[in-house]
């Protein structure tokens, strides 16, 4: 069958937002993208996907499973039709996405100093205690420029309403911003005249972005300060993205081992002697940064990291304890700390959510299981959920005891109908759920968000969970003017 | 540079070249084995002795059997130093110092890495495509040494990883010869027969230079001085050394501190070994000493260069 007849049985499933068809038309940003799809057959579609994995697995695009000591290389999978928003809807998200890092930035600076949303009461204070990712540790260090969230990744998704939702706040170490980045240049080779025609707002420049904020926050007044990403090695997962970081900033990409403290000041092991490195972008998780004041048995940190960071000789982004901020259960309050700290009302809608530790609501969420998903509270990457429509009944006695005995590691949510958008499968054009993860940058000059993000797929029919480590793949993502 | 790099570039170069070594001197024995009246028993001893750790007893088991030799050096992985973990490692480094090569350069390593992870490998070397195998694997290492050089930058780290490759090919070639003489016992009574050094020659790429350059008959001689002197041979050891000796200058600049000189005397006593040498004094007494000589005080200088630029962890 040609395209135009696929792309015309291709209608998107009933009872969900799907982000290319309205009923029986193409939505107007698709226009473009309709058009140049209808003059192709499947054959070079199929051409045109098979050119992509030669294009990400040659490029070492992958991340490696490993088992015994062979790793297996997989490619993170890549849907070679992209996902297009408009500026409106762009500007609706950026502003939204821009007030919530403003309201969160403060919180953090509150929460490790005063404390005044806690005795305004607005936030519990057991919450905040009983948060394993507060860190008591880097209570009063001072940072600079008072910017915790240099860089987050905050997921969106769109509800059936066509609404959009904050899903989960990241604000630790967010991943994925090579894909985006790889995803619009691979999309450049295969389809250069629609993304030529189409308009589509530039991403590339996020690298440079980046490496100016991380200049920026030089304790030291030196004109030429030195910048490292902090990488936990060649076996992590997102190896890739720190390597294509570092190299698009041309800063060093160090291991905990290349690192060492003198004095409270942090220094390179060069072949030419010691370095000191002034700022560290960090891609390793605060339990692992130093052995003496978090995991002793951490081989990926540098003893004494804290105690400089304290000091103030280093800056680290992001900075330490951020994870209080994006736990699952503080979420339920940002809309306040919107209120609280700005005095305006949030932009963007969270999704409903119940904390699990309050019995009432307990049981409510365990009588209407199946209209919810259960998630850990410091849990990413789609680990240790429960779909309550998928849930089977052994599996949820399981989790239910799990639940019931310690309650304020999970929280509950409605199941969200996602967005579904037209993927290329097999040969066919079929709607699979999206989310959207957008990445905004906050420096001294303000936060920069640029248009675009990474698109997750979940590509398993009717699956609603995108995380690529469950079986998701990713979209290149345009905002069109 | 971090030292972490130089170290990962060191060994990325020295990985590469060693697989270049291996694969050669393979398939000239490969080919060399198929000839009926080979000068040299069908064994795959030698090739195996420098190549593989493995116990002699189970050498000799398999020493007539081509295609159990070459997956031992090509695919076995309990042998550290066959294709696949060379490459696998050589992949290692590349991907530990990935922002510092380029990515030409990593994206020439990766594909070598799918190449020799494909299980069909084993296939083809049970049905006597042992040749199929490994010409893909040699064009791929002499594409790798074409890119590096065309691509990447004359920094800190070209310096560190040609002191990897041109290290290695020292050591390589003093192995080869040296393995060579082993069993020829430097015969002066086949003096006359060029046919006993063609396999080493044919090893080291060296054989056209050889019969375009020498014009005497003596060529225990003649060998002995492409092997070791020859200027013009880039795999000679004096080649090698004056590489070696050109990337050392460079990497330590004019920051000579006492480790530094401790270092550039190391090298210079080496050198003068072999540029100093008195050909004619080599026999069949004296060469193996000479050779043993050089290989432990090359040994000995890499582990001064490991030690003072590489320390880390």
Known sequence: ?481 | MLSRIADSLFWLNRYMERADGMLRLAATHYIFSLDKDAIRSMTWMPVMEIFTDSEEEYLKSIENNTEACLKRLLIDTTNTNCLKTLVNRARENARGAQDHITKEVWEEVNQMYHLVNQPALQQKIDSFLSLEVMEPFIKHTVMYAGITDITMPRGTGWCFMNLGKYIERCLQTIAFAEKQLELTNFREADTNDLLQWKYLLFSLSGYELHVKTYRSSNHNYNVLHQVLINENFPRSVTYSLQRIEHYLNKVIGNNISEERSALLRCFGRLFSKVRYMELDSLNKDTVPAFFEDIKTDLVDFNQKVVQHFFSYS
Request: glycine share 8%.
């Open chain 1, 1 to 481: 069958m040609d395209p135009q007849g696929l792309l015309d049985i291709y209608t998107g499933d009933p009872g969900f937002w799907d982000e290319m068809r309205i009923g029986s038309e193409f939505r107007e940003p698709y226009r473009n993208v309709v058009h140049a799809l209808k003059l192709l057959d499947v054959q070079s579609l199929q051409q045109k996907e098979k050119l992509a994995s030669e294009l990400f697995m040659n490029q070492g695009i992958t991340f490696t499973v490993y088992n015994d000591d062979a790793g297996i290389e997989r490619i993170f999978p890549f849907d070679i039709i992209p996902r297009v928003l408009t500026g409106d809807e762009w500007k609706i998200i950026e502003d939204g996405l821009k007030q919530r890092l403003k309201a969160l930035n403060l919180f953090l600076k509150d929460v490790y100093s005063e404390q005044q949303i806690i005795q305004d009461k607005i936030i519990p204070a057991e919450l905040i205690a009983s948060c394993p990712h507060y860190m008591r540790e880097v209570a009063g260090i001072q940072v600079a420029h008072d910017i915790y969230i240099h860089i987050s990744g905050i997921d969106l998704i769109r509800g059936d309403n066509g609404i959009f939702y904050v899903l989960e706040d990241n604000l630790r170490t967010p991943s994925g911003v090579s894909y985006m980045l790889e995803n619009r240049e691979i999309t450049k080779r295969l389809f250069p005249e629609l993304v030529a025609s189409s308009r589509v707002r530039r991403v590339s420049n996020y690298p440079l972005l980046l490496h100016e904020i991380l200049l920026s926050l030089s304790p030291a007044q030196i004109s030429n300060p030195n910048v490292a990403l902090l990488t936990p090695g060649i076996y992590n997962s997102a190896y890739y993205e720190h390597t294509f970081l570092a190299r698009q900033m041309g800063i060093p990409l160090v291991e905990g081992r290349d690192l060492v403290v003198d004095n409270h000041k942090v220094y390179m092991k060069t072949t030419q002697g010691l370095e000191q490195v002034h700022v560290i972008y960090r891609r390793v998780d605060d339990d692992f940064l130093d052995p003496l004041i978090f995991r002793p048995d951490s081989a990926l940190g540098v003893p004494g990291l804290i105690a400089a960071y304290r000091k103030g000789t280093v800056a680290i982004v992001n900075a330490v304890g951020n994870g209080v901020a994006d736990d699952k259960a503080i979420y339920a309050f940002v809309p306040a700390m919107i209120r609280y700290y700005l005095n305006e009302e949030p932009l963007l809608p969270n999704v409903e959510t119940y904390e699990m530790s309050n019995p009432d609501t307990r049981q409510y969420v365990f009588d209407n299981l199946s209209r919810m998903v259960i998630k850990r509270t410091n849990q990413s990457g789609g680990y240790g959920m429960v779909m309550g429509n998928k849930v089977t009944e052994e599996e949820w006695s399981k989790a239910k005891k799990e639940i019931e005995s310690d309650p304020r590691s999970f929280i509950a949510q409605p199941i969200i109908n996602l967005s579904t958008a037209p993927c290329f499968i097999d040969g066919k054009f079929e709607g699979r759920h999206v989310d959207l993860r957008p990445y905004a940058l906050c420096g001294p000059s303000g936060i920069q968000i640029v248009p675009g993000g990474l698109t997750r797929v979940a590509l398993r029919k009717g699956s609603l969970i995108v995380n690529s480590s469950q079986g998701g793949g990713s979209k290149d993502t345009w905002v069109i003017d």
